[in-house]
Antibody, heavy 113, light 112 residues
Framework: EVQLVESGGGLVQPGGSLRLSCAAS????????MNWVRQTPAKGLEWVAN????????SYVDPVKGRFTISRDNAKNSLYLQMNSLSGEDTAVYYC??????WGQGSVVTVSS | DVVLTQSPVSLSATLGQPASLSCRSS???????????LDWFQQRPGQSPRRLIY???NRDSGVPDRFSGSGSGTDFTLRISRVEAEDVGVYYC?????????FGQGTRVEIK
């Protein structure tokens, strides 16, 4: 069974940092482009970042460039999102995706003082 | 960025009747490899999105055949041939021809 399980979300103060993790199982992780997508009631679904199967090519949407870093460890079947300089605009449910077909259950990130 | 505009914003559907959801793109979604990278997702209340259709018209495994996708260039449609109660939720189109990948704002389907 395909599973993507996010962890690491929570409440953080503005300007703070958080690292999301995504543990993958049930499929050949090392062959998939991996992605982070976030969702808010106001903005809907927003692609955040993606990374190629080898971990060499990364892409980010403009609002997170220079603040977020996507990475992966194919030996551990894991995806990560390091989020720095967080603001209220980053409050969202963050989903880990394998390609576009497989989604995790989401991890809630709340940025508030 | 590519803007995907979905219509209607909400749809009150009748059980057993067809429903049609539209997704219009601000740019052509034909990729340089010739494919059109446009997917459809269903998000039921309290759940993560689930992909229904990929590359415009290919149904994912386990998706009922009452769901079908069509379109080309900039205009795309998701059709439900006979709406069932379990189809309640929000439906999103998403393009990954151009970076950044973008989603439509969604169409909410409820039962009349």
């Amino acid at each position: 069974e395909v599973q993507l399980v996010e962890s690491g979300g929570g409440l953080v103060q503005p300007g703070g940092s958080l690292r999301l993790s995504c543990a993958a199982s049930g499929f050949t992780f090392r062959t998939y482009w991996m992605n982070w997508v976030r969702q808010t009631p106001a903005k809907g679904l927003e692609w955040v970042a993606n990374i190629d199967p080898d971990g060499r090519v990364e892409s980010y949407v403009d609002p997170v460039k220079g603040r977020f870093t996507i990475s992966r460890d194919n030996a551990k079947n894991s995806l990560y999102l390091q989020m720095n300089s967080l603001s209220g605009e980053d409050t969202a449910v963050y989903y880990c995706l394998a390609g576009s077909a497989k989604w995790g259950q989401g991890s809630v990130v709340t940025v508030s003082s | 960025d590519v803007v995907l505009t979905q219509s209607p914003v909400s749809l009150s559907a009748t059980l057993g009747q067809p429903a049609s959801l539209s997704c219009r793109s601000s740019h052509s979604l034909v990729h340089s490899d010739g494919n059109i990278r446009l997917d459809w997702f269903q998000q039921r209340p309290g759940q993560s999105p689930r992909r229904l259709i990929y590359y415009v018209s290919n149904r994912d495994s386990g998706v009922p055949d009452r769901f079908s996708g069509s379109g080309s260039g900039t205009d795309f449609t998701l059709r439900i041939s006979r709406v069932e109660a379990e189809d309640v939720g929000v439906y999103y189109c998403m393009q990954y021809t151009h970076w950044p990948h973008t989603f439509g704002q969604g169409t909410r389907v409820e039962i009349k």
